[in-house]
């Protein structure tokens, strides 16, 4: 065996993370209207009941995450993790970096197919007073709050390509709307956003581990 | 257009993928060529209420059986497939 | 107070800014305007009345209206890569240093060579397109066609990228309201105060529609008055939207609709980061359609000279923007509306030399007021005008006695009566009905949800429109549910008599226009009535009457009167054309909105992708994704020697090659090895526990459909892999057999193609690379992990790994994936580890030139004609189950011993290159549909033969390996002989693979 001469290294890219630039972009001379981050730090899980286990599925999820498993779209806090609506019978577990994959098997062993989803999405935060302005030009939905309120979810599309959407708990009184996009497609999705939202101005914060 | 998915709600057409008509039903294995032949080739071209398949690929990925108006395009009914969901389906 | 040049300003009034002077040119010449003036006001203010020339005979026009309806006043805006053609100069906003020109004219406005056109008019009849240019044909292409190019068409597009940005938006709300005069603004008050989400769209730049021209009373105070409180109502509720400048321009299913909004339109260059235009889609459970009507023309002889202008129009120039076209005004009319004009005239101090007017009677109010003003009141019509491109000078009436009267005149005010738009109502192929008592066409029904109010829907005075308004906005918001007060109807005791007598034509010897910017006359029509072209699609496209970007706004009602009389049918008989969206012109680039270059379409970027472009990689299009093609270095002159230099070092040494663009699904669940037996011709229950397996799916009509290599990772657990190009398709397919053709099965799929970042490596000293980079406890030998092995395994420094030993390329080789945020770092780990080995990143062409010699089937070969047996793939599908397109792929046809086949071809001459395309006939045969054996589908410069290769699709072709054909490449005119051959080029035995 040949001696191994070089030491590997495992840097971690983010989707984002070779395009990232946290600060101003777009219209500067008022306040931002958006504010926008590239969220890290996740483990993320599909869950899909198998046939005949949705009961089954959601009492483990009781169990195992103390809520019930999402039954229409909406996205659940639950402990330790966010439980994302993704289609009937099927969620997304959103946790912390850390054990999400393993609690997941241990939850749902039997009952469920589940497919690790860390690196295949990438997580954006879009809030401000212009969020429903930006997400106008790139989304169909009606994201009224009256239609769509705090933890209310959607599997919808953007520029032809399938996102998962919630909105999250208000902060400091404006919508704060999250994003799961294919890990493939995010910078061309992050372009977009940044050309859409200039008219706004746009605040790029550091991109920071998502918390729920 | 917009098609009411009973899962997500009312979304615009561009998130659904057009199949057509919901009525053939693929035949058994042994059912012989024109049985298929019916099957893959054969089609009615309705003017007026059909029923038809859709796929809501932008969205939760359900197929969807949806009663519409060819001519006017009204939508009468959009339902699931048997198979959409985790349910369990007698064979 | 005006400048020198506002020769036509009125000393007082209008909804200008007299403190704001804007400076503008037309034709190169400067004039001065005020701010809250179009384009065209500016210009009458400034007393110019020839602004074009028409379009088929070069005519000299001037304005005709003062809305987005316009017809002749259509000028070049903005200069350079911001100029924009066939802009309607009534619906451009003043601003300083606007820049516009006239168009249609050669080598100037005032004199124009092709109004030539009018003398040799007798050929430039309706059908002309049809009847003159039909022979000799060789004439076509160089004589007729350019001829007909630089005598059609408008304005010139800009020559440059237009700099602009444009986007496209959603909005949602309860009740959408279209317009927002009286009609508009009370409906939007009654919705809004109800508690509905209310959107307000408004084409113009400020609300109140025709109340801005016409005044009135309203709920006792002045209109203008009534619209500011109105208007500060509307924005005082947070749930209605105001949008000036939008033009509600499309109807679709469902609510659905299209608006565009000039966001910028009205400053020279759009503020940094905003768009110039908006399109905009609003998804409205009700809507209220107040567009308002149109004021028509009357057809006499010279109609379209300049000065001739709509009667309303007028009174918008007078009344809105101090301007006036004429100082002694003529009017003819057919209505009471036309006299309004008179007196907004009379009341700004322009002189009125006359009325001719169609009815026997005209009110004791109208006498008293000509009396007063001593002008005359003639019975009668227009028969003709007089005078020239300056504009007119004289009217000739045809009085209802027989006799003649001659008014002089600067201008002629005209009104036909009204027609209400309904445009936005018909667009679902809804035909409006006819009113006789106002003579014109009304909506007749509606899309779902939708209704017309006011105006739009015949209702023509202020209070009957303020009432309609309000109670429609009302009824749309309590439908939906909103129970509070709508409040008050506005009210107003303007009831104005209306009376109008029909008149469409007049049997003028002089040249009458029906359709001014088609320059379509009455004679026109009658010889299409002459000719049979007598249902209205007929008419439309044989004289190409409404075909204009008006869309005959101006002209359809008359046309069709004119044909009904022809005919001896009533109007309703004679029928109306199709409404089809959108209701105004939109440019292109609105449509796209951000979607061009660059950004034409999303794109997806593979895990190497930073660090392929660091290496100078050159990148293609793959559908969505960007794929390196291949790495060229220092002193390459071309492709070729980069693709070349990469397959050698592959099947010398090692390579790499960037496969994250596979889609990759988990197969999931109890039933996953049933189902996969079932879309995939061979058995996929049996296979052990990790390996890898290469399948095929075919469509249900037994023709191939993707293929690709799937393993089993757990008992339950599949992980299958698709082509590039199909990944998205078999993963709609797959759920379509999971959720539609098999339910019983418990399956779950996923799609994983974002979670892995794979990477080929090949050649033969891919195992040495990769015992540097994975953990030394991993077996990696041909008995460790034997050819289609598949596993999880671990690599150094602790990151979990999966890896399958599936070679594309014929060689010794492995497919590695580690989670997506180690892509980047693993190719640079390949890099490091792999120098000693000269280790070699490929890209898609090499991987190309690879699978091409060792015979390997792809996407030219997967063409939707092929079959698993003429891919030489027959074998494969199992006898022992059903599988999806068993039954149809036994077809006679498809399993007919004469089908093209793949087979290997390379040119007897090995200097000689093979082209794609190129037909396979059999050598002395003459080229032809008989003789054509098949074709070439794929073909690279093999390093390995050192001459061009190819597969292709040729009838018999497993027969004939070693037969010397022709290839016969029409297209490049090349005839050459090949020889047909094993596909198989490179390492028959498989030993390399399998080592």
């Known amino acids: ?212 | 257009m917009r098609i009411a998915c009973p899962f997500c709600g009312p979304r615009e057409n561009g998130e659904f993928s057009y199949l057509g008509d919901a009525k053939p039903k693929r035949p058994a294995p042994d059912a012989g060529q024109d049985a298929f032949y019916d099957y893959v080739y054969l089609r009615d071209n309705v003017a007026g209420e059909m029923e038809e398949l859709w796929y809501h690929g932008g969205g939760c990925r359900s197929w969807l059986k949806v009663r519409r108006n060819t001519v006017t395009h009204e939508i009468f009914s959009v339902e699931p497939v048997a198979g959409a969901g985790a349910q369990k389906v007698a064979s | 107070m005006s400048a020198a040049g506002q020769t036509h300003r009125l000393a007082a009034g209008g909804l200008i800014d007299r403190d704001n002077r804007l400076s503008f040119s037309f034709d190169g010449k400067s004039m001065d305007g005020f701010a809250g003036d179009t384009l065209a006001s500016a210009l009458v203010a400034n007393g110019v009345k020839l602004v074009g020339r028409s379009f088929k005979y070069h005519r000299p026009r001037g304005i005709l209206t003062a809305g987005s309806e316009e017809p002749n006043a259509l000028v070049e805006l903005r200069t350079g890569a911001r100029r924009e053609p066939n802009t309607r100069a009534t619906t451009i906003e003043l601003y300083d240093g606007l820049v516009s020109a006239s168009q249609n004219r050669w080598p100037s406005l005032s004199f124009d060579f092709l109004s030539i056109n009018q003398l040799a008019s007798p050929i430039f009849v309706a059908g002309f397109y049809y009847k003159t240019f039909m022979w000799p044909s060789a004439l076509w292409e160089k004589f007729y066609e350019p001829l007909i190019r630089r005598a059609a068409g408008l304005g010139r597009a800009a020559d440059k990228s237009d700099p602009d940005h444009y986007e496209k938006a959603w909005a949602h709300c309860d009740v959408l309201i279209a317009g927002s005069g009286p009609t508009g603004l009370a409906a939007a008050l009654a919705a809004g105060r109800a508690g509905a989400r209310v959107i307000l769209c408004e084409e113009d730049n400020r609300l109140g529609g025709r109340l801005l021209s016409d005044g009135g009373t309203i709920d006792g105070i002045d209109a203008a008055a009534w619209v500011a409180k109105a208007e500060a109502e509307l924005r005082s509720m947070p749930e209605v939207r105001i949008m000036t400048h939008t033009t509600l321009t499309g109807a679709f299913d469902h609510g659905v609709h299209a608006a565009l909004e000039r966001v910028n339109d009205h400053v020279p260059v759009p503020p940094e980061h905003q768009p110039r235009q908006r399109v905009w889609r609003i998804v409205a459970r009700r809507t209220v359609v107040a567009a308002g009507a149109l004021e028509r023309p009357i057809v006499f002889g010279g109609n379209d000279m300049p000065g001739v202008m709509l009667s309303s129009a007028v009174r918008t120039y007078i009344n809105r923007y101090a301007a006036t076209p004429a100082k002694r005004l003529a009017l003819f009319t057919n209505n009471d509306d036309g006299w309004k004009t008179v007196e907004a005239a009379l009341a700004a101090g322009v002189t009125v030399a006359g009325v001719v007017d169609a009815r026997a009677e005209v009110s004791a109010e109208q006498r008293a007021l000509a009396a007063k003003h001593g002008f005359a009141v003639l019975n009668g019509v227009v028969d003709h005008v007089e005078g020239g491109k300056a504009g007119v000078a004289k009217i000739v009436a045809a009085l209802a006695g027989g006799a003649r009267a001659t008014l002089e005149a600067d201008g002629l005010a005209v009104s036909g009566g009204w027609n209400p738009s309904v445009g936005l109502t018909s667009q679902h192929r809804g035909r409006p009905k006819w009113r006789d008592d106002i003579a014109a066409f009304v909506p007749d029904g509606a899309p779902p949800g939708m209704i017309a109010a006011g105006s739009a829907n015949g209702e023509f005075s202020l209070a009957a429109c303020l009432m309609e308004g309000h109670s429609s906005g009302a009824a749309a918001a309590g439908d939906l549910g909103f129970s509070k007060s709508a409040g008050n109807t506005p009210v107003s005791d303007e009831d104005a008599a209306y009376s109008l007598k029909p008149v469409w034509t007049v049997n003028s010897k002089h040249k009458a226009f029906v359709d001014f910017q088609n320059d379509v006359t009455a004679s026109d029509i009658a010889l299409a009535a002459r000719e049979g072209f007598q249902s209205v699609e007929h008419l439309k496209r044989y004289t190409t009457l409404g075909m204009a970007t008006d869309q005959g706004k101006n002209s359809n009602v008359q046309g069709l009167a004119i044909m009904a009389e022809l005919t001896g049918r009533s109007i309703p008989e004679t029928g109306t054309t199709i409404y089809r969206p959108p209701y105004v012109p939109i440019a292109i680039g609105a449509l796209a909105g951000h979607h061009r270059d660059e950004n034409f379409h999303s794109t997806r970027l593979t895990p190497s992708h930073h660090w392929a472009a660091e290496r100078g990689a050159v990148f293609v299009d793959t559908g969505l994704w960007k794929r390196a093609q291949w790495y060229p270095i220092k002193r390459e002159k071309d492709w070729l020697v980069s693709v070349t230099r990469e397959v050698k070092a592959v099947r010398s040494g090692v390579g790499f090659c960037d496969v994250s663009t596979l889609g990759k699904i988990d197969v999931h669940g109890p039933d996953a090895g049933t189902f996969l037996d079932r879309v995939y011709i061979n058995t996929f229950s049996n296979l052990a526990v990790g390996k890898a397996r290469y399948g095929i799916m075919l469509r249900e009509d037994g023709i191939v459909y993707d293929d690709g290599t799937t393993s089993r990772l757990a008992e339950d657990h599949y992980f299958l892999t698709t082509t590039t190009a199909k990944a998205g398709q078999v993963m709609q397919h797959l759920e379509f057999c999971r959720q539609v053709l098999f339910p019983e099965l418990d399956v779950q799929l996923t799609s994983v193609s974002d979670q892995w970042a794979q990477f080929s490596i090949a050649g033969p000293k891919t195992r040495d690379l990769l015992r540097d980079i994975v953990d030394p406890s991993e077996d990696l030998s041909n008995e460790g992990f034997p050819f289609m092995g598949a596993r999880e395994v671990m690599l150094r420094g602790g990151v979990k790994a999966r890896l399958f030993r599936i070679s594309f390329s014929g060689e010794m080789a492995f497919e590695i994936s580690v989670p997506t945020r180690f892509g980047d770092a693993l190719v640079r780990n390949l890099m490091i580890a792999g120098e000693k080995y000269g280790v070699t990143p490929y890209g898609t062409e090499a991987l190309g030139v690879m699978r091409i010699e060792k015979g390997h089937v792809a996407g030219p070969e997967l063409n939707g004609t092929t079959t698993a047996a003429d891919l030489g793939l027959g074998k494969m599908m199992s006898t022992k189950k059903d599988f999806i397109g068993r039954s149809m792929a036994g077809r006679e046809a498809l399993v007919a011993d004469d089908r093209q086949v793949v087979v290997g071809i390379k040119p007897v001459d090995k200097a000689r290159r093979l082209r794609s395309g190129a037909h396979i006939i059999p050598k002395g045969a003459t080229p032809g549909p008989e003789t054509d054996d098949g074709y070439v589908t794929s073909v690279c410069f093999s390093p390995f033969m050192d001459q061009w290769i190819g597969l292709g699709l040729v009838k018999h072709g497993r027969e004939r390996h070693g037969e010397i054909a022709m290839a016969h490449d029409p297209v490049r005119r090349e005839d050459y002989e090949v020889e047909l051959c094993n596909p198989v080029f490179y390492d028959p035995e498989g030993g390399r693979q399998r080592g």
Request: aromatic share 8%; proline share 4%; with cysteine.
């Open chain 1, 1 to 212: 065996m040949v001696e191994l001469s070089v030491e590997l290294s495992w840097a971690e890219t983010t989707p984002l993370s070779r395009i990232y630039a946290a600060g101003r972009q777009g219209a500067k001379e008022h306040d931002a209207g958006l504010t926008m981050a590239e969220q890290t730090g996740f483990e993320l899980v599909q869950v899909m009941a198998r046939r005949g286990q949705w009961s089954a599925t959601d009492q483990a999820c009781k169990e195992a995450y103390g809520a019930s498993a999402p039954a229409k779209p909406h996205a659940v806090v639950a402990q330790g993790a966010l439980l994302v609506w993704s289609g009937p019978d099927q969620f997304l577990v959103l946790s912390p970096r850390g054990d999400g994959l393993e609690r997941a098997r241990l939850a749902f062993a039997g009952m469920a197919s589940l497919s690790e989803q860390s690196d295949g999405r990438s997580l954006l935060r879009i809030s401000g007073a212009r969020s429903r302005d930006l997400l106008a030009k790139v989304c169909s939905l009606d994201l009224h709050p009256a239609v769509f309120p705090q933890w209310a979810a959607a599997a919808t599309s953007i520029d032809h390509t399938s996102v998962n959407l919630w909105r999250s708990t208000d902060r400091d009184g404006e919508a704060v709307f999250h994003l799961l996009v294919f890990a493939t497609f995010a910078e061309s999705l992050w372009h977009t956003l940044l050309d859409s939202g200039a008219e706004y101005g746009v605040a790029i914060d550091a991109p920071g581990a998502w918390q729920a």
